[in-house]
């Protein structure tokens, strides 16, 4: 029987011994919140549907394809834990659960989880017994709550706009591993380009004395480079890179990374990882990768798929949906208002391309502090995941938080200054960007959304803009923003193509759909648009990117480059030509001459 989505979900932090657990599930729902008091993790026959996990409910791919609200729903399957396991511990990885997760094993409570988004792991070893096991899982999720963040869910019955089916309960890969009573909980890899190193700190579950954390450097297999320390938490060791070969969009070298625990000489865990030896940063209002400036050329992507909404079908559409970004001309993707999965980075990772990583806040109430702290406790755990990928180069917390700084603003400003402190704290290397758009509190980068589709108007509100005098930059919202001050300054997002094939043929049903701005009648004049609007962002010296809306359609969305199946929808040498047109702030020469 075929296995949706077999991959090992994890690639930067690989084990051999594993077992997925996608597939045929039993399933139900719980709309009355009764099904814990109806002892449904004991007894678990009340399920009595089938759903394909990694899978929502929501989604064709899941097979149940149920799409108006659920409290909550039940899910159930068995397994079996090989003989090999025995004396070791037995971990469940849940890459993600929508929203509020609570396992069981053979009856057992072995742990709960709040957050859609960021990936978990219960240690169930004292729950499982030889022969067959059942887990038990129950998800509840209430999108209308303002508590929890939900991205682009609609928090309406159906799709409208920008807002699109929901995502509830299970969306990624569940699986099991086994590790040793000594292992690693986690590695954090930065890249230090300029020393020529990576700088390893390991997090154990466990320590003990005489017990040793070595890294091995790998190229083509053979180990170039090793270090051993006594293992402890938090204990950084370097590691020398011979002969640096940096990581870049044009050359994206990855090095293969090995990590052992060892105890009187025997390996009692072995990790293999990778990583990419690269540098990003801000030198005054220019991005520089690898001590090189850089323009940002992104494209939005929601991650939206038609059978599987949050989830993508398989591992090639994710590699899939980076490689059409770059046909086009884009040097990488704002990921937006969703966590992408760590395939995804990983794929990224190998092929070169940008991302700002970005967090699913819409939804949030800003008046309530549990609300706050929801956000602030799920977007630590999604840093600490995916801080080793080299692709990702900005972090992104919010995004249009404007309805809560005019709502509370207050807390809005404070959840903004507390953000940020917290992810530079988590993560001093990358620029942190506070908020997408609009409202700025305390920012590295300054952003602004500009939808107008006049070529015109878009061009002349940016002529002025000059880091040495910044009071001439355009603001949308000036009375309840910080004022620019120098920053990089990007436009991430403009355009919306608002286009369908066939929209100008005789007969069209031209006013279906949704998108920005005035809908073209033909496509010369999305060509046009897209050309022009491109030009003055590329062409000026002070604006250090863009992001372009958007990627694909998107249900009702009609703004993408390719159609919601991923068939481009214009000649992609025209648009390579606009997107990867030369950008101004890229030319050294003006660099030395200021």
Known sequence: MHQPRPEHPRPQFFREEWINLNGDWDFNFDFGLSGEEKGWHQDSSALNQKITVPFCPESTASGIGYTDFMPAVWYQRTFEVPDAWTGKRVLLHFGAVDYECKTWINGKAVGSHIGGSASFVFDITDAVQSGTNVVVVNAKDDTRSGLQPGGKQAPELYSNGCMYTRTTGIWQTVWLEAVSDYSLESVSVVPDLDGSRFVVTPVLRQSQRGLYFKASLLEAGRVVADVTSPATTGAAISIHV????????????????????????????????????????????????????????????????????????????????????????????????????????????????????????????????????????????????????????????????????????????????????????????????????????????????????????????????????????????????????????????????????????????????????????TIEEVYERIEKLTATLLSHPNISGYTYTQLTDVEQEENGIYTYDRRLKFDAARLRKAFGGSAAIEDVRQIYAH
Not at 282 to 306: A, C, K, S, T, W
């Open 242 to 521: 011979p002969d640096p070969h940096p990581w870049s969009c044009d050359d994206p070298h990855l090095y293969d990374l090995r990590f052992e625990l060892l105890l009187n000489d025997d390996i009692v865990d072995s990790v293999q990882s990778y990583a990419g030896l690269r540098k990003f940063h801000i030198e005054g209002h220019r991005f520089f990768l690898n001590n090189v400036p850089i323009f940002l050329r992104l494209v939005l992507d929601q991650g939206f798929y038609r059978d599987g909404i949050w989830t993508a079908p398989d591992d090639d559409a994710l590699r899939s949906d980076i490689e059409i970004s770059q046909a086009v001309g884009f040097n990488g993707a704002r990921l937006h208002q969703k966590v992408f999965e760590e395939r995804f980075h990983y794929w990224a990772d190998r092929l070169g391309y940008l991302t700002w990583g970005e967090f699913s806040d819409w939804g949030l109430d800003f008046s309530r502090p549990e609300a706050l702290h929801n956000h602030q406790r799920e977007w630590r755990e999604v840093m600490l995941r995916d801080r080793n990928h080299p692709s990702i180069v900005v972090w992104t917390p919010f995004n249009e938080s404007i309805r809560g700084a005019q709502q509370a603003p207050g807390p809005h400003r404070q959840s903004h200054l507390e953000i940020y402190e917290m992810t530079r704290a988590l993560d001093p290397t990358r620029p942190v960007h506070d908020t997408s758009g609009y409202v700025h509190v305390r920012t590295d980068i300054y952003s602004v959304h500009d939808y107008d589709q006049d070529t015109e108007s878009f061009h002349e509100r940016y002529q002025s803009l000059d880091p040495q005098n910044p009071e001439k930059a355009f603001i949308r919202y000036p009375d309840i923003s910080e004022p620019y001050s120098g920053q990089p300054y990007v436009v991430d997002e403009y355009g919306g193509s608002w286009w369908v094939e066939g929209s100008d043929a005789e007969g069209s049903d031209y006013e279906e759909g949704w998108g920005y701005g005035n809908r073209p009648r």
